[in-house]
């Protein structure tokens, strides 16, 4: 990687996210994956790459806390439906639908879109089959992911081509945990990803817990997304949501549940008292109708909580700063101006989403001996101006467009604007190519 070990992010206005409203002038040094030094007035050791941050905020890089990038492919073909629709009539017959180059296809498209974004890291639920496209694109591209293959061996409406024999998919997790985890420096990890409660069975979730529990990886599952899930799992289970997955071990400091829209008092608790993380997914939840989680009241029982776009068909983009907006802005009308305030998005958006995904020590913060992941937002928009609070800034008026620099694990991942790690071009023809193919098979054109 030659001179890409070494950078130097020379003249921002770096953001620490060590403390709240905590700023300095400085420069930052990357060396061999980790930071080296924040100061200013650093000089560039020979064969270091230097990138201009002036004019311009350094933050640590984005964090996403729940995304799927295989379904990149399906972004703009799924309107105007509500989840278990959106599901059955959409998501699910594209998903059964999907060969391994259109895996590849969406998973380069999406974590291409996340990088350009300013995302460095992300918790992803891939498809209940060929994962090791995800794996290698996320290799290619040098997103720090945590990723794994969907399960589901039930559940009304599922595609007989996403139906799972329960060894053999919990076979399959094992394997692929075996090739990832760790892989590529260690920017790779696995999370085994049952789909939620209504596509898997007691047995397989049980599977799912003890692989996970074996193997140190995340679990990482839906959960009370929407009214009409959380009440047919009621149905199903006797129990709420979130108190159901505790009960079979889909809890703790381990396990991610997207949305938690729809809680009851004593699974907010829970959720406080298991230190479970939650992704908050405003923009998924808006545009799929399903309710707003009330994230000032989880915050205020001391829930672990990260921001996630979720899937390209139900956003419609995976913009952080899309998700920030909206957590900075939604939870006003329950609770008031100010409700989430910028610093605290910014925290979800970074330290407060690596906890969640279980990388807290180390992601998440700009501090010497931290990984080297960050990003530099460019303040050449009118948005920015003028410049103020780099939270308020940040949060309010930033967007993917800002996005100057991007660097994970010490290498320049973004540069300019510019994809570093791929040609753009070719993967917009390769998505573009793979999502016709894909709508003619579906009969969706
Ligand atoms: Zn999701």
Known sequence: MGSQRSVLVRGGMVVPMAARGEWLQADVHVKDGRVAAVAPGLDPEPGCEVLDAGDALVLPGFVQAHVHV?????????????????????????????????????????IAELLTGGTTSALDMGTTHDQDAVFSAAAELGIRLTSGKCHMDTGNGVPTGLIEDRE????????????????????????????????????????????????????????????????????LTGRGNVEFLADVGIAGPDTVLAHCVHLDEGEVRLLAERQTGVAHCPGANLKLGSGIADVPRLLRHGVRIGLGADGPPCNNRLSIFHEMALAGTLHNLAHGPGAVDAWTVLEMATWRGAQVLGLGDEVGRLLPGW???????????????????????????????????????????????????????????????????????????
């Open 70 to 110: 295989v379904q990149s492919l399906a972004r703009h073909r799924a309107e105007g439906l509500p989840l278990l629709r959106w599901l059955k009539e959409r998501i699910w017959p594209y998903e059964a639908a999907l060969r391994p180059s259109e895996v590849a296809a969406a998973a380069r498209l999406g």
């Open 168 to 235: 053999e998919s919990l076979a399959q997790a094992e394997a692929l945990g075996s090739r990832w985890h760790g892989a590529a420096s260690g920017r790779l990890r696995y999370a085994v990803a049952p789909r939620f409660v209504l596509s898997c069975s007691p047995e397989l979730l049980a599977g799912a817990v003890a692989l996970a529990r074996s193997r140190g990886y995340l679990l990482h599952t839906h959960a009370s997304e929407n009214a009409q899930e959380t009440r047919a799992v009621r149905e």
């Open 371 to 445: 990984k080297g992941d960050l990003v530099v937002l460019s303040c050449d928009g009118l948005a920015m101006e003028p410049a103020a609070d780099p939270a308020a800034m940040g949060v309010f008026g930033g967007g993917v467009e800002s996005v100057r620099h991007g660097v994970v694990d010490g290498s320049v991942v973004v540069r300019d604007g510019e994809l570093a790690t791929a040609d753009v071009g070719m993967i917009r023809r390769e998505a573009r190519g793979a999502a016709e193919g894909l709508t003619r098979r579906l009969g969706w054109s």
